[in-house]
């Protein structure tokens, strides 16, 4: 999913908030993961949740 989706399902239009707030941090904890890691300002850049977070909402689902 590109940040401009997640930004528009958040509802919050500031790309540079968003990435500030959000995937800044969801990256550094590990919980998403770029498509291209090596290239952070690819033009068709993406992001997706790594094996932990998807571990952490299978354990966590009500």
Not at 19 to 28: G, K, N
Not at 38 to 57: G, I, S, V
């Amino acid at each position: 999913m590109t940040m401009r989706n997640m930004a528009n399902v958040c509802d919050i239009k500031d790309l540079k908030y968003f990435r500030e707030r959000y995937i800044t941090p969801a990256l550094e904890e590990g919980l998403i993961e770029r498509l291209y890691p090596n290239q952070p300002k690819h033009p068709k850049q993406q992001y997706r949740l790594t094996e932990m977070a998807k571990e952490w909402l299978t354990s966590n689902a009500k």
